[in-house]
Nanobody, 120 residues
C-alpha cells in the first residue's frame, strides 16, 4: 500500500489550503486515517484523525480551523485548513491504518509528506 499526499504549498496567514492523500494498492479495509505534522527539531505531532465510522479528533491548536474528511470509496483522506497561521508551517504527513487482506493483521502506512508554509 502506498500513500500519495498532495496540496501543500505557500500561503499567507489567514489563507486556506486543502491537503489530499490517496492510498493505492491492495486494500481490504482502512480503519483509521489521519494527518500529522513535523517541524525541524520537534517530534511529529498529531493534527487530526478520522475513523471509518467518521469519528474525528483534532489537536486543540487547530480546532475550529481544520476539518478532516474521508472518501472511503476512494481510500482518500483530506485536510481542509482555514485561517492558517505561521505556526502551522510544517511538513504534513498522512497516515492510515488498515488491512491489505481480510485475514491479515492491520498495518500502519505513511505518506511522503507535503510542505505547508504560512507566511506572516
Amino acid at each position: 500500500v502506498q500513500l500519495q499526499a498532495s496540496g501543500g504549498g505557500l500561503v499567507q496567514a489567514g489563507g486556506s489550503l486543502r491537503l489530499s492523500c490517496a492510498a493505492s494498492g491492495n486494500i481490504f479495509r482502512l480503519d483509521y486515517m489521519g494527518w500529522y505534522r513535523q517541524t525541524p527539531g520537534k517530534q511529529r505531532e498529531l493534527v487530526a484523525t478520522i475513523t471509518s465510522g467518521e469519528n474525528t479528533n483534532y489537536v486543540d491548536s487547530v480546532k475550529g480551523r481544520f476539518t478532516i474528511s474521508s472518501d472511503n470509496a476512494k481510500n482518500t483522506v483530506y485536510l481542509q485548513m482555514n485561517s492558517l497561521k505561521p505556526e502551522d508551517t510544517a511538513v504534513y504527513y498522512c497516515y492510515m491504518r488498515g488491512k491489505r487482506f481480510r485475514y491479515t493483521a492491520s498495518s500502519d502506512y505513511w505518506g511522503q509528506g507535503t510542505l505547508v508554509t504560512v507566511s506572516s
